[in-house]
T-cell receptor, first 113, second 116 residues
C-alpha cells in the first residue's frame, strides 16, 4: 500500500535554530514529491522534487530528494516565529496516467521567540 | 487513521455537462471539509469550506452557482461542477478536519477533471 510518512509529528524550537523535517515514502509509481507550508487554511507550495541529489533552495528553506532511499528532507535555517506552521509532504503517484497525491500527516513546527 | 478518499480519481466529460466529485472521510467524522484546486505549478487554491449541515463558505472569486458544494453528512462532501467548460479542467483536492477550520486537515488523493 502506498504511503508517505513524515517525522517528527511535532517539533518545538527556539528562534535561530535549524530544523530538519523528514518525509519518507513507499509509492509504486513515483512522479514527484511536493512540500507545502500550511499556516491557516490553504497550504502554500514550497518545492517540487523529481530528481535525486539536486537541492532546491528558497531563502532559508531548502530541500533534497533521495530516490534510492525513498525520502526527502526539508531544512529550515535560522528559524523565525513566522516559520511556525504545519509542513506537509505529498508524493505524486502516476499509475497508468491516473494521477493521485499521497499525503503525509504533516509536521507541526512551533518556533518560540 | 484519518484517511480521506475521493471519487472518481479521474473524469473526462464534454463541455456543458455537470460532474460530481465525492470526498469521504473513511475512518473519522469530519465537521469541516475543504475543496481545493491545484494549478499546474502545484499551488493550491482554496475554493470553499463546508461545514456539515450548513452552506459552504466560498472564497472570493469562486462562483458558488458553478461549484456546488454539499456536506450532507459527517463523512461525505460533494463538489459538483455545473456546466463544465475546458477552463474548469484541473486537479481538485479535498481535505477534511474533525473539529473545524483550525483543526488539522487530512487531504484526499485528488480528482483530475478534463473537460473536452
Amino acid at each position: 500500500e502506498d504511503k508517505v510518512v513524515q517525522s517528527p509529528l511535532s517539533l518545538v524550537v527556539h528562534e535561530g535554530d535549524t530544523v530538519t523535517l523528514n518525509c519518507s515514502y513507499e509509492v509504486t509509481n513515483f512522479r514527484s514529491l511536493l512540500w507545502y507550508k500550511q499556516e491557516k487554511k490553504a497550504p502554500t507550495f514550497l518545492f517540487m522534487l523529481t530528481s535525486s541529489g539536486i537541492e532546491k533552495k528558497s531563502g532559508r528553506l531548502s530541500s533534497i530528494l533521495d530516490k534510492k532511499e525513498l525520502f526527502s528532507i526539508l531544512n529550515i535555517t535560522a528559524t523565525q516565529t513566522g516559520d511556525s506552521a504545519i509542513y506537509l509532504c505529498a508524493v505524486e503517484d502516476n499509475a497508468g496516467n491516473n494521477r493521485k497525491l499521497i499525503w503525509g500527516l504533516g509536521t507541526s513546527l512551533a518556533v518560540n521567540p | 487513521g484519518a484517511v480521506v478518499s475521493q471519487h472518481p480519481s479521474r473524469v473526462i466529460c464534454k463541455s456543458g455537462t455537470s460532474v460530481k466529485i465525492e470526498c469521504r472521510s473513511l475512518d473519522f467524522q469530519a465537521t469541516t471539509m475543504f475543496w481545493y484546486r491545484q494549478f499546474p505549478k502545484k499551488s493550491l487554491m482554496l475554493m470553499a469550506t463546508s461545514n456539515e449541515g450548513s452552506k459552504a463558505t466560498y472564497e472570493q472569486g469562486v462562483e458558488k452557482d458553478k461549484f456546488l458544494i454539499n456536506h450532507a453528512s459527517l463523512t461525505l462532501s460533494t463538489l459538483t461542477v455545473t456546466s463544465a467548460h475546458p477552463e474548469d479542467s484541473s486537479f481538485y483536492i479535498c481535505s477534511a478536519s474533525r473539529h473545524g477550520v483550525t483543526d488539522t486537515q487530512y487531504f484526499g488523493p485528488g480528482t483530475r477533471l478534463t473537460v473536452l
